[in-house]
């Protein structure tokens, strides 16, 4: 099985800058047939299900704000939020769908300094 | 656009099994697969495994394995999840997810190999507790 590990565990940015997640995978996520990385970032605000945020490991979905980006190749992985905005406070989890079992890193709690 | 609606709270006694539904409106469930998740409190997401209704291909993972089945009714487009011999630490949120098909880039194809896809649509979460 593929193990997620992600860093840190939680970060505090202040309002207007940058917060950077990341993510590890035990085994590499991509794809050599098609170059794709099978990896997604999901967004989980308090009370709330899971909301896809970005696929493919960079393509930001339909809806997401365009300060989300994502980044990386093979086992290394960002998810990066600039102009950091109130509303951005959440747990993000990265996921692979490599291979079954799908697997997740633990989350990152982002929180407003 | 496709949404999952589960059925509500479920509190439950050790041993005893509690079935989770989840509805799609908006669409079918003929042209994705339905992944069953769970949270448990303070903790991060865990896939149980999933169904392609549309086939009835169950896809368990090992931790879940003789405990969990899934189940799906194509006429209400609803799928469901069964969970058995319940103990405090299956107590948690859980979800169902839409994964769309794909695209398969072997040379022969299973059923779950049009399914190594993201999940973009996730229901609202039905909390279990387990507790005596």
């Known amino acids: 099985d593929i193990v997620m590990t992600q860093s840190p565990e939680s970060l505090a940015v202040s309002l207007g800058e940058r917060a950077t997640v990341n993510c590890r995978s035990s085994?590499?996520?991509?794809?050599?047939?098609?170059?794709?990385?099978?990896l997604a970032w999901y967004q989980q605000k308090p009370g709330q299900p899971p909301r896809l945020l970005i696929s493919w490991a960079s393509t930001r979905e339909s809806g997401a704000p365009d300060r989300f980006s994502g980044s990386g190749s093979g086992t290394d992985f960002t998810l990066t939020i600039n102009n950091l905005q109130a509303e951005d406070v959440a747990v993000y989890s990265c996921?692979?769908?490599?291979?079954?079992?799908?697997?997740f890193g633990q989350g990152t709690k982002l929180e407003i300094k | 656009q496709v949404q999952l609606m589960q059925s509500g709270a479920e509190v439950k006694k050790p041993g005893s099994s509690v079935r989770v539904s989840c509805q799609a409106s908006?669409?079918?469930?003929?042209?994705?697969?339905i992944s069953w998740l769970r949270q448990a409190p303070g903790q991060g997401l865990e896939w149980m495994g999933g169904?392609?209704?549309?086939?009835?291909?169950?896809k368990y993972a090992q931790k879940f394995q003789g405990r969990v089945t899934f189940s799906a009714d194509a006429s209400t487009s609803t799928a469901y999840m069964d969970l058995s011999s319940l103990r405090s630490e299956d107590t948690a949120m859980y979800y169902c997810?839409?994964?769309?098909?794909?695209?398969?880039?072997?040379?022969?194809?299973?059923?779950?190999?049009?399914?190594?896809?993201?999940?973009?649509?996730w229901g609202i979460g039905t909390r279990v507790t387990v507790s005596s």
């Open positions: 085994q590499s996520v991509l794809n050599s047939s098609n170059n794709k990385n099978y």
């Open positions: 169904i392609i209704p549309v086939l009835g291909s169950t």
């Open positions: 996921q692979q769908y490599y291979s079954f079992p799908y697997s």
């Open positions: 908006g669409g079918t469930l003929s042209t994705f697969a």
């Open positions: 997810a839409k994964t769309d098909r794909g695209f398969c880039t072997t040379t022969s194809c299973t059923p779950w190999d049009y399914f190594y896809i993201y999940m973009d649509v």
